[in-house]
């Protein structure tokens, strides 16, 4: 048995269902169902005794201890997080209590945990922590990507809340000998994704003939991996990963925006045709994300050199499934622009 945590949101979720569909392990998942967690994305698992959901807070050091000395858990997998930049811009605190005082509380927990085990059980034992790239900070157009080597020198409240549970978490390794990994990845997409962010967010206004906001010039890089490689990547780490190191993940697939917003545009069109002319017509570009990092991108050599992991889908294969699902899926869709959604969007594109 594993326990999961965030399992209710956009990675967390596409993990507990890649899982399943893989192994007989049963899961625990531990979700406090924030406006980012969603059951319906869990629903082909209504009934499957391999999936026990607790809605709760990471922050709850005795829910925590409670659900480790009940289900013994032989690993910890800790998704749960608030994940959004540009909320991270409107209101940080949310993020230094759940990113990081709530890391603490899971990594104080697991260490009570483990030392409780028997030789072989702590032998066994991991705490994965699932980390971003957005903690190493920006790069120039020339600069190699991202090593697990480079600096931690993260610009937004989002990726310094991040870079300090990374920090927790290597020391609970280095002071206390908790046997962790942390894997820090690019961006992800993919179903079940939330609109706010940018794939999931362009397919929906398209849709919907709303206007595409692109940030400041479009010319921001993002590095793009389909969520269910990062779910397999994780399983690589989880199984063969070295205990106190931390593992870059990413597809080697750089885009700017601005190519991401018109592939979904091109793809639109073939897919869903709109009467009232392309949807390329609708992109708009808007005031910058203040303190934009201009370019992240992830050298993947240690994950692919030493646990042979590579990912399967290309972008071209990946922004495909990604955009049937979302048509195919327009219940899902709606369900989640509630009233607190569109609060969101007044928040953050009104005044752009
Ligand atoms: P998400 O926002 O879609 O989901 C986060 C989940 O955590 C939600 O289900 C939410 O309800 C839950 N949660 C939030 N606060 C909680 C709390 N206090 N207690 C319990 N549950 C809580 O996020 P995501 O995009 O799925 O990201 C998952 C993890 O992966 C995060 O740690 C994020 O930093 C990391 N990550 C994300 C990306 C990406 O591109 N989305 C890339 C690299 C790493
Ligand atoms: O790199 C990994 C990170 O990727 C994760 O750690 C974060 O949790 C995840 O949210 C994501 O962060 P980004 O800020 O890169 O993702 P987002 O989808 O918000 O934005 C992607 C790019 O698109 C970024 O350069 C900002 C731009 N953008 C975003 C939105 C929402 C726009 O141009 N317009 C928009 O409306």
Known sequence: MILVTGGAGFIGGNFVLDWLDSLDEPIVNLDKLTYAGNLET?????????HVFVQGD????????RLLAEHRPRAILHFAAESHVDRSIHGPGEFIRTNVEGTFVLLEAARAYWQSLDPAGRESFRF?????????GSLG?????????????????YSASKAASDHLVRAWHHTY???VITTNC??????FHFPEKLIPLMIVNALAGRPLPVYGDGRN???????????????AVLAGGRLGETYNVGGWNEKPNVEIVMTICGLLDEMRPDPAGPYARLVTYVADRPGHDRRYAIDARKIERELDWR???????????TIEWYLAHSGWVANVQSGAYRDWVATNYASR
């Open 177 to 179: 000998g908790l046997p």
């Open 58 to 65: 990471i922050c709850d050091r005795d829910l925590v201890g």
């Open 221 to 235: 890089v993002r590095d793009w991996l389909y969520v269910r490689d990062h779910c397999s990547a994780i399983r």
């Open 141 to 157: 157009p020339d600069d190699p990507p991202f090593a697990e080597s480079h600096p931690y020198e993260p610009n937004s409240p």
């Open 311 to 321: 990912p399967v889908e290309t972008f071209e294969s990946g922004i495909r499934k």
């Open 42 to 50: 869990l629903a082909s698992l209504a009934g499957d005794p391999r």
């Open 186 to 191: 690019s961006n992800n997409y993919g179903p």
């Open 128 to 136: 994965h922590h699932v980390s971003t790239d957005e903690v190493y």
